[in-house]
């Protein structure tokens, strides 16, 4: 790589305009204004972490938000019987965006199984824009809705068909 790229890839335009264009495409800021995704881009942060270090730990409430920019982590849920993993993350993934929205502990823990960089926004940060854009809270909270139920749609599909334990926990969209 020659030095103009080196220099380039760490210039403060540059990252912000990345941060702008993964908020872009990240479906919880997609309806966002542009205004407001220049404020959210300007306050996001990165981060890098080593294999085996975690992003949050399970009853934490970090307030925090990541999109995996590079490398993958594991999901799990620490239970009396032990350690359970509940599925692996790779790049290009956005987790958290319940943290933004308010105080709630985590149920799960995230470590690195790679090197890793992400994206991190902080629920602080989230909500001074929300603050300075008030207009913009009926389109996140429309957003929630649509996940949950886009999310209880796939869930119907793959499960509920053989599996009668599911039947019974299912209508998280009916809360």
């Known amino acids: 790589m020659n030095s103009f790229m080196e220099k380039n890839e760490t210039c403060p335009t540059c990252e912000f305009d990345n941060n702008l264009t993964i908020l872009r495409e990240i479906y919880f800021f997609s309806e966002l204004p542009l205004d407001a995704l220049k404020v959210l881009a300007y306050l996001c942060i990165r981060e890098n972490f080593k294999p085996g270090d ?13 999109y995996l920019i590079d490398g993958q982590a594991r999901l799990s849920h620490e239970a009396e019987n032990g350690n359970i993993t509940i599925r692996e993350f790779d790049k290009d993934t956005f987790i958290g965006s319940f943290a933004l929205l308010g105080n709630s502990r985590r149920l799960f823990s995230l470590q690195t199984l790679t090197d890793m960089t992400c994206l991190i926004l902080e629920r602080q940060k989230f909500i001074k824009v929300l603050e300075q854009f008030p207009a913009i809270l009926p389109r996140v909270l ?34």
């Open 54 to 66: 975690y992003l949050f730990h399970q009853k934490d409430d970090d307030g925090r938000a990541f």
């Open 142 to 175: 429309q957003t929630v809705v649509s996940g949950i139920h886009s999310w209880e749609e796939k869930f119907l599909a793959q499960m509920l068909e053989g599996c009668d334990q599911c039947k019974g926990k299912m209508g998280v969209s009916v809360i």
